[in-house]
């Protein structure tokens, strides 16, 4: 009776998740199918869940025009991977192993920081970066994305190094190690977990990322595939079928890289989650 009741609940807890699954899957799925329908065909009512007479031409027009934006999509996503690792894993590892008289207040700007809207942060920042004339570049777009993404990478990867147990630390110090060598050849392999966790987000988050290089890049040979959908909005109207298919071009690196690491990105997170 009690194994009966524990798969009647099981049964419970799929069925919840899989009504939530198909919320979430459905409008993509019905972006999907769009790109291979006419405009008639995707204002249709009901709509079609399989399309009529499907074309590739939407999807063979919406390539063409996307990819050039591709090379400053990844341009701009692994530079701010590069800068956001290169200051976020030395201030983690300090507010993680040092005690020092600022380290509560810089936790709590870290913390504040993440709250804060993009607004409010955009427009202060866009006058800095216009007197530093860092406007129209990579510099520009890569700096203003790792301004919001730095204190994310820091909390995430503060809590994964302090579970590293602070006697290898000892140890290496009493053997003449300084704390570069720590760094270098202790934290960064304990905690590579981590570190490629926060590497996969940090770089799904910047390639995903409208509001800057919206604000930033008015050049548009540099402008990446997020503002280049632009193209299909015009004056008069939008080019639905050739806007979803564009769409679902620009989802696959990071979907993609979401179903290759998505056990990684967990098990990366989890394990920051306890101490020895």
Do not use: C
Request: proline share 7%.
């Amino acid at each position: 009776m009690k194994g009966f009741n524990e798969k009647k609940k099981g049964w419970r807890w799929t069925l919840l998740v899989s009504i939530f699954v198909v919320v979430i899957i459905l409008p993509l799925y019905m972006i999907a199918i769009g790109g291979f329908e006419t405009i008639e065909d995707i204002f249709h009512k009901p709509p079609y869940l399989f399309p009529p007479d499907p074309t590739f031409e939407h999807y063979l027009d919406a390539f063409k025009i996307p990819m050039p934006y591709m090379k400053n999509s990844l341009i701009i996503s692994f530079g701010v991977l590069i800068v956001v690792l290169s200051i976020s894993l030395p201030a983690a590892f300090s507010l993680a192993k040092f005690n020092f008289l600022a380290k509560k207040t810089i936790n709590f700007l870290f913390a504040l920081v993440q709250m804060l809207p993009y607004a409010a942060v955009i427009i202060p920042l866009f006058l800095i970066f216009t007197k530093l004339r860092l406007i129209n570049n990579y510099i520009g777009a890569v700096l203003g994305i790792s301004v919001f993404l730095i204190p994310f990478a820091v909390i995430i990867l503060r809590a994964y190094m302090m579970s590293v147990p602070t006697g290898l630390i000892e140890a290496a110090l009493i053997d003449g190690a300084d704390y570069f060598m720590i760094f270098r050849s202790i934290i960064l392999p304990l905690s590579s977990p981590g570190i490629a966790s926060v590497s996969i987000l940090v770089f799904l988050l910047a390639w995903g990322n409208f509001i800057v290089p919206l604000a930033f890049i008015k050049e548009r040979s540099l402008q990446p595939v997020s503002i280049g959908l632009y193209t299909f909005v015009g004056q008069y109207g939008v080019q639905w079928n050739k806007l979803m298919a564009g769409s679902m071009i620009y989802t696959i690196p990071p979907l993609i890289i979401a179903l290759i690491a998505g056990k990684s990105i967990v098990a990366g997170l989890t394990a920051g989650a306890f101490k020895e």
